[in-house]
């Protein structure tokens, strides 16, 4: 045999053997998933400023709110994974969220008119980065938010107060969740890492979230979300709800609940001080 062909032959083993070395590595031990089909740490559902999609009509009561106007949050959010992987015997996974949280209100105008109006808007960009093993799960948020009042707002009060910044800044959350059959409990800290911030930087977390299964389409779900924030005097801000969900697909893709809130607005540039909404 020529050395031509010697070294064709050789380089053709090679060639094969790496082939059939890289797909037994690659089917033994390729542990990355690029898109994965779920987020290995679950939805925070009562956290207003969770980024999920989320609607409500709420009788607002506040002694600094002057309309007795229906308050309609409508937010618009999304999270996605777009890279997990498996280290150690534990998940990660990486994933971008975003969300717009933005508030209305419908007022009584004379006797015989109702009138709209857009009172801010709120918008978030978020990275995150989960961790997952067995029942304990843990999430590291990096997100930006920033708060801007509404057309219909401005051109109603002409002699309104300019954004003072305290709801534009960047944070950092550390949450921490452990998993039940049917629920979840949760625990975290925050610190706004804005270099020049105008907002007092510390916030704590806590809460729950369950589901008892009346058919595998209809779950009741119930929870409750509370945060203590530095800027707020560290007043709790207790969101609570309790309804139904309806599953499909083996996921839950529909939640009707009633919801009490207490506390400070948690979004919007418009400072109310403490309200109450159902």
């Known amino acids: 045999m020529s050395l031509r062909n010697n070294v064709t032959f050789i380089f053709f083993l090679s060639f094969t053997l790496s082939l059939a070395t890289s797909k037994f590595v690659l089917s033994q031990e390729s542990k990355y998933e690029w898109f994965p089909k779920n987020c290995i740490f679950p939805m925070l559902e009562y956290d207003l400023l969770e980024v999920q999609p989320y609607a409500g009509i709420f009788f607002l009561n506040s002694s600094n709110f002057e309309n007795k106007a229906a308050y309609i949050p409508v937010n618009l959010g999304f999270r996605k994974s777009f890279l997990s992987w498996n280290m150690f015997s534990t998940k990660f996974d990486l994933a971008l969220g975003a969300a717009s949280y933005t508030q209305f209100e419908i007022l009584r105008f004379d006797q015989n008119t109702l009138r709209g109006g857009l009172l801010n808007t709120d918008f978030k960009a978020s990275g995150f980065l989960n961790v997952s093993k067995n029942r304990q799960k843990l999430r590291i948020q990096v997100f930006h938010i920033s708060s801007h009042l509404g057309d219909d707002y401005i051109l109603r009060n002409r ?5 003072d910044k305290t709801v534009n800044y960047e944070q950092i959350d ?37 589901n008892l299964i009346i058919t595998p389409q209809l779950n009741l779900a119930f929870g409750s979300d509370v945060k203590l924030i530095e800027e707020n005097q560290y007043k709790p801000d207790i969101h609570t709800g309790f309804g139904v969900t309806f599953n499909q697909r083996e ?28």
């Open 174 to 210: 550390f949450t921490y969740l452990f998993n039940f059959k049917h629920s979840d409990i949760y625990f975290g800290i925050g610190y706004v890492i804005t270099p020049n911030t105008f907002r007092k930087r510390f916030m704590s977390q806590l809460g729950f979230q369950g």
């Open 159 to 163: 002699n309104y107060d300019y954004n």
């Open 251 to 278: 996921m839950h893709q529909l939640n009707i609940s009633l919801d009490t809130y207490f506390g400070n607005l948690p979004y919007s540039t418009l400072d109310f001080g403490t309200v109450f909404w159902i």
